[in-house]
């Protein structure tokens, strides 16, 4: 059995009383699409509100929790606790932790639980966990029943910087990653920094490589202050990671909200991510976490960027040198039939365009242009520097 699910009947409020409040720490960025605009939340002790903000909202009285295995004992008795309080029924779906649960199989038995709890259009799909969690969840949402509300409650750096914000949700085929998905945005985003205490330093590592992305395709100010701080962010220092997760929020909600459906702008969030999703794909989605993929994506991009469109060699050795101080890989050794292969995989890639690569290059920290081609040779010269 692929999904289990289960009712809880946890005891509602006894974790609430433990709790400290740190309100300064709070930050609110709000996503401006219209009718589907939404807020996300940044702070300690988020999820023990779940449920009053998902009553705040006006949502139906049914919800599907659905978590990871790892996630499921860490987290899922607190978000139910939270939903029964404010009087939610919510029934809790576990998947298998990892990537291969982004899968049709596991959409499906998502789904037949559903069915199973008689879920209904008004009910409301909860996503507790990381990018994969939330990737899922949002796919299951915009589909049952033609469409039905989520909230994202991410769990890893990752997914609170990016994968939980913006509304793309999917699973993967074994032709490729994320080829069947929608664009399905949640009613809200709780960030809960306390969530990521219990994040293993690699997870926390990998979600950098997105952070530091921000600061390289739109914010120069982030980029130095994740030059001076990043000791502090890895220590996992709250003040740091509440500023730092919001303003990569921010970032992300003013990109998404110019451009949803990416006919343009958004493509700027794939910085690094054609060479990097190659990187996954080669390595059948195991080898290396997708943060630890496009840091080196992102160095190769920043190489092309230098021959292409002018990026100063001192900003290349910046964007190395911050990828190399969040103990992230810039660099990866191939042989000629993988180095083969890689280029074959970016071919492949959904940002592909008229049988062309598009490429996201960086003018200057802080500014990139979209949809560049670039030539046979300087793209083999990039590699050589990264993939030696
Ligand atoms: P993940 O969801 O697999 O989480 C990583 C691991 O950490 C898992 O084993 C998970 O069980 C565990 N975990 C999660 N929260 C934890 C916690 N608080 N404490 C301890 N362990 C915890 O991976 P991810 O890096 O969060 O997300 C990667 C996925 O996100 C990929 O599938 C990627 O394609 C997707 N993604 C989507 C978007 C988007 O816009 N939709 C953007 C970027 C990435
Ligand atoms: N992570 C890329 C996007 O949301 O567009």
């Not at 709070?26 to 009718?35: A, I, K, Q, T």
């Not at 899922?76 to 939610?88: C, M, T």
């Not at 200057?364 to 030539?375: A, M, S, T």
Request: glycine content about 10%; some cysteine; proline content about 4%.
């Amino acid at each position: 059995m692929v999904v289990l699910e289960e009712h809880l009947s946890f005891h509602t409020g006894s974790l609430q009383a433990s709790r400290p409040t740190y309100a300064g720490f709070m930050r609110s960025v709000r996503v401006s699409l219209g009718d589907r605009s939404y807020s996300i939340l940044v702070g300690p002790g988020l999820l023990s509100q779940l449920g009053d903000r998902c009553l705040a909202l006006g949502l139906g009285a049914r919800c599907g929790v659905i978590t990871d295995e790892t996630v499921a004992p860490l987290f899922a008795e607190q978000a139910v606790v939270a939903l029964r309080g404010a009087g939610f029924s919510p029934v809790l779906i576990r998947v298998p932790s990892g990537e291969t649960s982004k899968s049709l199989k596991v959409v499906g038995t998502c789904y037949d639980r559903l069915a199973a709890h008689r879920l209904e259009r008004k009910s409301f799909i909860v996503a507790l966990g990381g990018g994969v969690v939330g990737d899922l969840a949002g796919f299951v949402a915009s589909t049952y029943l033609r469409g039905m509300a989520f909230v994202q409650v991410p769990t890893t750096l990752l997914a609170q910087v990016d994968s939980s914000v913006g509304g793309k949700v999917g699973v993967n085929l074994k032709a490729g990653k994320n080829l069947v998905g929608a664009f399905h945005q949640p009613k809200l985003v709780l960030c809960d920094l306390d969530s990521l205490n219990t994040l293993p330093p690699r997870e926390f590592q990998s979600g950098l490589g997105e952070v530091i992305k921000y600061g390289i395709i739109y914010d120069a100010g982030l980029f130095r202050r994740l030059e001076r701080d990043l000791p502090k962010i890895l220590r996992r220092d709250p003040m740091a990671l509440a500023a730092t997760i919001a303003r990569c929020c921010a970032i992300k909600a003013a990109v998404v909200s110019q451009d949803e459906n990416e006919s343009g702008l958004r493509a700027i969030l794939n910085y690094g991510h054609t060479i990097g999703h190659a990187l996954e794909a080669i390595s059948g989605y195991g080898e290396y976490l997708h943060g630890e993929a496009i840091s080196m994506g992102q160095v190769a991009a920043s190489h092309l960027s230098a021959r292409l469109v002018g990026l100063d060699s001192k900003s290349v050795e910046r964007i190395r040198n911050l990828f190399v101080a969040a103990g992230l890989p810039v660099s990866v050794s191939l042989t000629r039939r993988q180095r083969e292969r890689l280029v074959a995989a970016m071919r492949l890639d959904k940002k592909v365009s008229g049988g062309q690569i598009k490429f996201v290059l960086a003018r200057r920290i802080g500014e990139v242009i979209w949809g560049q081609n670039v030539p046979e040779t300087a793209l083999q010269e990039a590699l050589d520097l990264v993939c030696p």
